[in-house]
T-cell receptor, first 112, second 113 residues
């Protein structure tokens, strides 16, 4: 049974701060890792993808992957109230063709 | 930016009735998926479709579910005899060549009465 675990939150940070979101996964053969943002009542929106160990930066977002520890994280710099949403970690055995296994998500609240 | 389109946005159906949810994937994508999200729960994988056949399916995708690509643009999910527990948001997603992430449509909210 593949599991993806996230702290449900809410994680509350002040505007302008760094938000750190964490995710662990159980299946060692996982190869692809994704962060999606989901606003209430809306669909998942892709934020970042990462496939190899290390950091990947895209604007205010940095994804970090450590396959040995089975751990992936998302840092959001200069957090804005519009970043307030649920962040979903998703894991796949392949680089996009295979099923995504989602975590339950971490709710982020950015306080103005 | 190209996007996945789903219709209808909300479907209300009597228990036991058949329902068809429709999706138009991103035009140059080759892999298509259906996921569902019961209110307050995780997004769950149902089925993936490639080259006109199912490539992977979950335990949820039992005999009451079927998928079809009836033409070059549409991708459909049919639920033959709906149950109360089928009430959920159903998301269609698509991806291109290997290495491209999955992009989701806005979803169809299915309510079974």
């Amino acid at each position: 049974q593949k599991e993806v675990e996230q702290n449900s939150g809410p994680l509350s940070v002040p505007e302008g701060a760094i938000a750190s979101l964490n995710c662990t996964y159980s299946d060692r053969v996982s190869q692809s890792f994704f962060w999606y943002r989901q606003y209430s009542g809306k669909s998942p929106e892709l934020i970042m993808s990462i496939y190899s160990n290390g950091d990947k930066e895209d604007g205010r977002f940095t994804a970090q992957l450590n396959k040995a520890s089975q751990y992936v994280s998302l840092l959001i710099r200069d957090s804005q109230p519009s970043d307030s949403a649920t962040y979903l970690c998703a894991v796949s055995m392949d680089t996009g063709r295979r099923a995504l296994t989602f975590g339950s998500g971490t709710r982020l609240q950015v306080q103005p | 930016e190209p996007e996945v389109t789903q219709t209808p946005s909300h479907q209300v159906t009597q228990m036991g009735q058949e329902v068809i949810l429709r999706c138009v994937p991103i035009s140059n994508h080759l892999y298509f998926y259906w996921y569902r999200q019961i209110l307050g729960q995780k997004v769950e994988f149902l089925v993936s479709f490639y080259n006109n056949e199912i490539s992977e399916k979950s335990e949820i995708f039992d005999d009451q579910f079927s998928v079809e690509r009836p033409d070059g643009s549409n991708f459909t999910l049919k639920i033959r005899s709906t149950k109360l527990e089928d009430s959920a948001m159903y998301f269609c997603a698509s991806s291109g060549l290997t290495g491209q992430p999955q992009h989701f449509g806005d979803g169809t909210r299915l309510s079974i009465l």
